[in-house]
């Protein structure tokens, strides 16, 4: 009766990975219980998310070896794998489920960054930024209901919502990874999607400093007046006070990444006895409701889910 927080099925969205072919499912190995799915796959996944009451997936594809590029030309491909897939759930599903889709370009880049680099390997913001709107167009024109710019380019939100108004797609919204820092948790997710073994370096120059908290609020009041609809802090838990601090000071919703580095810890304490599943999972989820998060994203959504419905 006196709990000030409660987490329910609504509080969820779920993170799916698609992988090329039909009828394919592949297990990642640093990410227990998490697999790739091909397109007709995803779709049964989804239906199972809509039976549980998640309201909203957000879709990651991993682009085959062949179609990576320098510049990433796959991710505004009409028929690249996150089209597929968000118009084969679209036309399962109805609106029946919120599609959240990825806009950065690591999945389809032959060097695993997330934009446009010079001959350097330094990351270009404006030439990123114009491929970036590319990208969201094209999901959008495939069915997408919320577009993700997870890149951290300067000045990409308000370009995307103008390119959005001018296709007429008035009623997409925008979640922006506002305050994305430079984070030792992404490991999982670049094996997932396959830009692990390409990536080298790291993404300093674009995501943020751990050591910053002010500058995420810059980070994140910039976005919303360029017309992010919601933002997003990630990674998750060990972020919480950015999350506190967003939702306290700017009064916008906020969602949080638990992201698959956390994921993996998570799993790493229940294989080895450390941690009973449930409670490290439901304690974690329930941490995001009380710092002030609107939704999570975690891959632990159907298990937690599945233990909600009661
Ligand atoms: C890429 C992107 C990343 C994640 C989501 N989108 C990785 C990165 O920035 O390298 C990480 C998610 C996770 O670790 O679960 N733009």
Not at 33 to 57: F, G, M, Q, T, Y
Not at 297 to 306: D, F, N, P
Request: charge should be negative.
């Amino acid at each position: 009766m006196v709990q000030e927080n409660k987490l329910t099925p609504h509080d969820l969205i779920w993170p799916l990975f698609i992988t090329s072919g039909n009828n394919v499912e592949e297990a990642i190995s640093s990410l227990p219980h998490v697999s790739r799915w091909s397109v007709d796959l995803i779709v049964e996944r989804v239906k199972e998310a809509i039976d549980l009451n998640i309201p909203c997936i957000a879709l990651f594809p991993n682009t085959p070896s062949d179609k990576r590029t320098v510049n990433g030309e796959e991710s505004s491909n009409a028929d690249n794998l996150m089209c597929q897939a968000i118009r084969a759930i679209r036309d399962a599903c109805g609106d029946d489920i919120g599609i959240l889709t990825d806009v950065a370009l690591d999945p389809y880049t032959s060097h695993g960054q997330d934009g446009i680099i010079d001959d350097n390997g330094y990351v270009l913001n404006d030439e990123t930024v114009s491929a970036l709107v590319d990208q969201a167009i094209n999901q959008a024109q495939a069915g997408a209901d919320i577009i993700a710019p997870s890149d951290m380019m300067d000045g990409r939100i308000g370009t995307i919502r103008k390119a959005l108004e001018m296709h007429e797609f008035h009623n997409v919204q925008i979640m922006s990874y506002a305050a994305k820092y430079a984070s030792a948790f992404y490991g999982p997710f670049r094996d997932a999607v396959g830009s692990n073994g390409l990536l080298k370096g790291d993404k300093k120059t674009y995501q943020m400093d751990p050591a910053n908290s002010d500058e995420a609020i810059r980070e994140v009041a910039m976005d919303i007046s360029e017309g992010a609809d919601s933002v997003m802090v990630k990674p998750g838990m060990p972020y919480l006070d950015i999350v506190k601090r967003v939702h306290n000071e700017l009064n916008i919703p906020v969602y949080a990444y638990q992201v698959s580095g956390e994921y993996a810890m998570i799993e790493a304490a229940v294989a080895t006895g450390a941690a009973d599943r449930e409670a490290i999972v439901m304690e974690s989820l329930l941490a995001f409701k009380r710092a002030g998060a609107s939704a999570i994203l975690t891959y632990h959504a159907q298990y937690a889910a599945k233990l909600l419905q009661h």
